[in-house]
Each structure stands twice: as structure tokens, then as C-alpha cells.
Nanobody, 123 residues
Framework: QLQLVESGGGLVQPGGSLRLSCAASGVTLRYYTIVWFRQAPGKEREGVSCIDARGVATDYPDSVKGRFTISRDDARGTVNLQLNDLKPEDTATYFC????????????????WGQGTQVTVSS
């Protein structure tokens, strides 16, 4: 049974960094497309970064380009999201999800949603 588990969130000051990790049971992530979404209170779920089975990465909002980096650690079977130069507007619950097709920022195309990991950026 497919299940994804996110970890690595926390409270950080503006300008700080975090490294989020997505692990899976029931599926080998390197064969699939993995996307990181985030959802802030009162806002819709937003696609952040995606990596496909070939290792090609796509960042979605202009606000994260150059600051967030998605990568795959096939040895550990995880997909990671490095968050640098964090801003208060990055505060959200971050989720990873999986699909068999190409990268997309449409949440409805993905499955295996975990509980998410909370990222709070505040001084």
C-alpha cells in the first residue's frame, strides 16, 4: 500500500534554511514523478517543485526559483526539497505526492498524500 511520509519541517528565521524529505512505503520513488506541494491556511494547495523519473526538475512559482531545490536520493529512496533564504510567505504545510506521468502542478493528478510537514518562517 502506497504511503508517503514527509519530514524535516520546523520553525526558522527569515533567511534560514530547511531540508525536507519525502520517503515512501509500497513504491520505489525513483521510478515515479514526485512533486512537493504546500498549503498555507486559507489558501489553495500550490505546486512547488517536481522531479520526474528521469531526474528532470521543475519549479513552479517564480517566488521559489533560485531558492528551493528538489533532488532525489536513490540510495535512501527519498526525494528531498532544500529550502534556502526562507521568507515568511513560505510558511505552510508541505506535502509530497506521486504519480506515474510527467510533472504537473495539478494536485488532483497525484496520490499517496501524507500528513505533511509544517514549515514556519518567523522572527
Amino acid at each position: 500500500q502506497l504511503q508517503l511520509v514527509e519530514s524535516g519541517g520546523g520553525l526558522v528565521q527569515p533567511g534560514g534554511s530547511l531540508r525536507l524529505s519525502c520517503a515512501a512505503s509500497g513504491v520505489t520513488l525513483r521510478y515515479y514523478t514526485i512533486v512537493w506541494f504546500r498549503q498555507a491556511p486559507g489558501k489553495e494547495r500550490e505546486g512547488v517543485s517536481c522531479i520526474d523519473a528521469r531526474g528532470v526538475a521543475t519549479d513552479y512559482p517564480d517566488s521559489v526559483k533560485g531558492r528551493f531545490t528538489i533532488s532525489r536520493d536513490d540510495a535512501r529512496g527519498t526525494v528531498n526539497l532544500q529550502l534556502n533564504d526562507l521568507k515568511p510567505e513560505d510558511t505552510a504545510t508541505y506535502f509530497c505526492a506521486v504519480r506515474g506521468g510527467s510533472c504537473s502542478s495539478t494536485a488532483a493528478l497525484f496520490g499517496g498524500w501524507g500528513q505533511g510537514t509544517q514549515v514556519t518562517v518567523s522572527s
